[in-house]
Structures are given as structure tokens and as C-alpha cells.
């Protein structure tokens, strides 16, 4: 869904490498959430937000942190990057204006880390 | 949350009608049923919702028996390209959601 957008599409990093995935979405929603994907496994939930002064921890948030620096925006970092966190990455939106919590994924963040 | 079980694949042949059940025994009075598309290396793309009976769109057909405890999604007349992965997720507003390994449907040609 182009209203949700993340960067960068891909990234290569290195062991023990800072890195930021951003995720921006102009639907206007409240709600923000990053999960994970790894091949052949369904989505794992790192963190969700339901406000900009709203932080939670979902399923698998050890090794990651997030920010909501505006309504708009949600970032994820990695302190330290380690292999097992290659995967593929999706920032999600949902709002008040949603069914029932339909999400609107992003187009997600192919991670390698070496 | 309420723990959705679902077939792990499915194949069929090209034009034919799908139907992937899913169970969730436990839902709650306030959830809704909802049904998400992925194909590979994209984001979930959602179908359908419900809350119960029969929800129809442009893409499927939801049936949900009167006791909620599972539902159906249908795909009519499927062609190659809803080869992709279907999930079924239970929840209700305010509520992080879980997403399981999901139904992969292979359509054969």
C-alpha cells in the first residue's frame, strides 16, 4: 500500500552495526506496528505502538527499539545487529477509521546482516 | 487472543472454488474474523472481515457458523495469481493481533 512507506528496501550491515528502518504512513492513522518475517514462518510481532506516547513490546523484542517520533512516523533500530536477525521486515498502520483493526502493511525491509 | 488453527497448505487446480477453514475455539463475544492475502515478498494485504454468517466481496466469501468457533474463506473460480499465503487472525479493537504460520495455496494450472 504506497500510503505506508518504508526505508530502505534493502540493507546489508555488518555484526554489531547500528542500523535504523523507518516507516512512514499518510492515512492518518494512530496505530503503528513492526513485525518480522522469516522464510517459511508467518509474522512475528517486535513492537506496536497505539499512540505517539504509546511504546509496547510484542512477541520478539529483544535486540530491537523503536521510536514514534510523529503520529506519522515509526522507527525500529537494531543496537547491535546480529545474524539471526536477517529477516524480512514489515511496518503496519491501523486507525480508528478501520474495521476492526485492519492493517495496511508497508512494502517491508529486506535485512542481511553478516 | 483467541488461537486460530489452520490448515498448514492447500493445492487446487485452476477454476476451481477454495475453501480454507480455520478454527478458533475460543473466540471472544467482541472479536471479528479477519482474513489477510500474502504473497511472497510483500506485505499481508486484508480480504474480508466478519463478525458472523456470510460476508461476501468482491475478492471472497467469509461464512461463520452460529457457535463463531471457526469460519471458512472462499475463493471462487481461483487462478494462478492467488498462489500466496492466507491467514486467518481473531480480534477485537484496541488488541495487538497474531499472526500464525498461515494457509499456503498452491493453484496448479
Known amino acids: 500500500d504506497a500510503d505506508v512507506t518504508q526505508t530502505p528496501r534493502n540493507r546489508i550491515t555488518k555484526t554489531g552495526k547500528r542500523i535504523m528502518l523507518e516507516c512512514s504512513q499518510t492515512?492518518?492513522?494512530?496505530?503503528m506496528y513492526w513485525y518480522r518475517q522469516d522464510p517459511g514462518l508467518g509474522l512475528r510481532l517486535i513492537y506496536y505502538?497505539?499512540?505517539?506516547?504509546?511504546?509496547n513490546k510484542g512477541e520478539i523484542s529483544d535486540g530491537y527499539s523503536v521510536s514514534r517520533q510523529a503520529q506519522a512516523k515509526f522507527s525500529l533500530s537494531l543496537e547491535s545487529a546480529i545474524p539471526n536477525q536477517t529477516a524480512l521486515y514489515f511496518c503496519?498502520?491501523?486507525?480508528?477509521?478501520?474495521?476492526?483493526?485492519?492493517?495496511?502493511f508497508g512494502p517491508g525491509t529486506r535485512l542481511l546482516v553478516l | 487472543l483467541a488461537k486460530t488453527t489452520q490448515p498448514i497448505s492447500m493445492d487446487s487446480y485452476e477454476g476451481q472454488e477454495v475453501n480454507i477453514t480455520c478454527s478458533h475455539n475460543?473466540?471472544?463475544?467482541?472479536?471479528?474474523i479477519t482474513w489477510y492475502q500474502q504473497f511472497p515478498s510483500q506485505g499481508p494485504r486484508f480480504i474480508i472481515q466478519?463478525?458472523?454468517t456470510k460476508v461476501t466481496n468482491e475478492v471472497a466469501s467469509l461464512f461463520i457458523p452460529a457457535d463463531r468457533k471457526s469460519s471458512t474463506l472462499s475463493l471462487p473460480r481461483v487462478s494462478l495469481s492467488d498462489t500466496a499465503v492466507y491467514y486467518c487472525?481473531?480480534?477485537?479493537?484496541?488488541?495487538?493481533?497474531?499472526f500464525g504460520t498461515g494457509t499456503k495455496l498452491q493453484v496448479i494450472p
Open positions: 492515512k492518518g492513522h494512530d496505530r
Open positions: 505502538s497505539f499512540d505517539v506516547k504509546d511504546i
Open positions: 466478519g463478525y458472523k
Open positions: 503496519a498502520t491501523s486507525g480508528r477509521d478501520t474495521v476492526e483493526e485492519t492493517q495496511y
Open positions: 487472525l481473531v480480534a477485537r479493537g484496541y488488541q495487538k493481533v497474531t
Open positions: 475460543n473466540i471472544a463475544t467482541n472479536d471479528y
